[in-house]
């Protein structure tokens, strides 16, 4: 069994080791929580320094000038980090809101259809959205929240859409992306991804994979920060064919003309709505730039290397305890490990009691969180360690830990 | 005539004049466009620091506990401003997505009727998002969009939807928000008020006016920074009835318990979609501190004061010059003065090389907007002295000010 001089001399060896040194992290925490928020970089706090008190408080209004850039050019920063080109990416508003853009804009583009498809197993609020804006849709539509197993006999010539999650917020189960797509585009149907937990944490290839619309956030994987703008994708190929839902002055292609009427901008741009959040843009822009220091790849064997050790440590040193639902195959896990026990919530308190963020889903998941850019494997180490304790000492019977707080 | 001598008496009388020290000013520069983007105060970068140094790094995703709270916490600070009560204020999102949401909410109100009336003059974004959630709607919404002083007559029961802006952009106009509302009202229409230029500049009163649902932005007379969150008004007796039509699981009755159908929220908090930007949040929580220390019949009054010793010099030092298209009347007018001239553009341009800042509204506007909070009746006498120099020496015919910016 791997031992923590193993995981030391393995970190020794780990070449995005020096990446740590970017992070601001609590001594004696362990953080297995950057799928739900990502940890302060070092860019961050300057880069929005700079924009309160050089481009605010001295340009004042003149600043607009560059910021009426930075929508376009983060997105292009993150359009690297799904394999997308310049121009397909648009950083703003929410993720909710980003899907509903994506919807409306999609089902334009198959108006004798009929139906809608997503996964049971989504994130809730891509359900809230779907159901509303189908329900409002101008012609009839039907959702169908299935088993995302069952696609293949639930796809016909009446499915508009699908959206799925790309990795499960829930398990880490990561879907085929290219499979998926090809699937749907085979029954004439358009795709809609969410790469809320892919979105820096797994390579991703949206034009390998023929992508039509995909959306995802800032404060994940990416470490933009709480409520870190969101971003949405759309392929080159449907820019200029497909109209954003939620139009306003920003997305107008000429916006201080005041036209009456709305004439999209040429490009991504066309789905700005109005001002985004600077201050928000401008801590994910120092987010980002760790990530030019390193590649998709790179952290991705890394990543794949912290959940394998993860996964091992935890069948051998608590046999049976669990059930490991994140798939074992590579090709099938995102950047997470979720570990299924009735009493996940209050092991996942005492877990944090412990010093070892982790985070609960509901009903009975406890979900850890593995960031190759400033996790190391003793890291990993310990973290089972105190998950040795933590069971072997029944300290997760504290009825303390079972009080339900609102944010967990 | 007003002499520079008897404004600086009127500025060493003002008691609103110790408030100019909260802001971070440029020496030597008068800026007459806080009702663009308003400049930074001082509990600002503290409040931001705060958010990034204490709560998102060190209490990492523990902090949402807190964060989770703002929108509504700082929806309460707004609704003070407006004459809201508590939990009928929404911050969160841009001021288009906020339209959106309350047009959609409203629609649904009036299900046999088809149209929908807006102002001609109006915002152009409020325009391009209402002819679009118009032409997606279920049943067929026409929009009329008249010159509002036609109002009377284009009232009758098939109107669903009055949206208009307060005060207008470009003129600085302000209607009456009572009689308006009124005059919908009793055609059994609903209405939506666009607060972007009224709110923190002149007092309102949505109870007493009985407004149905209003939005505004945070980054004009707020002061809470570029692209800072919009906010919504929903009144009490709307909540429980309608619907936001962008929901997202932050609306949900229990948010964490992760259910597969929506169930709103209840109060103000149902339309709130997915997680606004904190650090955008954290700005405009430091800006309203300003507010506390004043109130809106005294910035009022100062800004009747400054707006109307503008108008009165502009037209005695240079009669004739400039058509003076901002009310006289004090219950007309916003805080802001609008002057038209063939040159606008040009002599905007000019202006701020000379050390003072307004800006061009197309087609012909020179728009001046008056900030009590930080502005002196001196700066209204050092204005207009440079308006006199930049006409008298026609500084203003140099080609390059007619060379148009994107953003002006």
Known sequence: MTTRDDCLARDRADALAPLREFFTLNDDQ????GNSLGPVSSAVSARVRAAIDEQWATGLVRSWSEWMEWPTRLGDRVARLIGAKADEVLVADTLTIAIAKLMGAALDQRPDRHVVITDAANFHSDLYIIDEIAARAK?????????????????????ALVEFTHVDFRTGEMLDLA????????AGALMIWDFAHS???????????DVDFAAGCGYKYLNGGPG??????????????????????LGHARPFDFEMTFEAAKGIRSFLTSSPSILGL????GALDVFDRTSMSDLREKSLGLTDLFIDLVEARLPGVFEVVTPREHD??????????DEAY????????????????DPDIARFGFTPLYLRYVDVYDAVDRLVDVMGSHAYEDPSYRVRNAVT
Chains 1, 2 share one sequence.
């Open 30 to 33: 362990i953080y297995l929580d």
């Open 139 to 159: 012609r009839p539509i039907t959702v169908k929240t299935i088993d995302r197993n069952t696609l293949a006999e639930n796809l016909d010539d009446d499915v």
């Open 179 to 186: 499979g998926v797509t090809r699937q749907v585009h085979d």
């Open 199 to 209: 979105t820096g944490a797994v390579p991703l290839d949206v034009e390998g994979a």
């Open 228 to 249: 870190s703008p969101a971003f949405l994708y759309v392929r080159s190929k449907w820019q200029g064919v497909v109209r954003n839902p939620l139009p306003g002055w």
């Open 282 to 285: 401008a801590a994910l822009d």
């Open 332 to 341: 099938r896990r995102g950047s997470q490990v979720a570990l299924r026990h």
């Open 346 to 361: 209050a092991i996942v308190q005492a877990m944090i009691a412990h010093g070892v963020v982790g985070d609960f889903r």
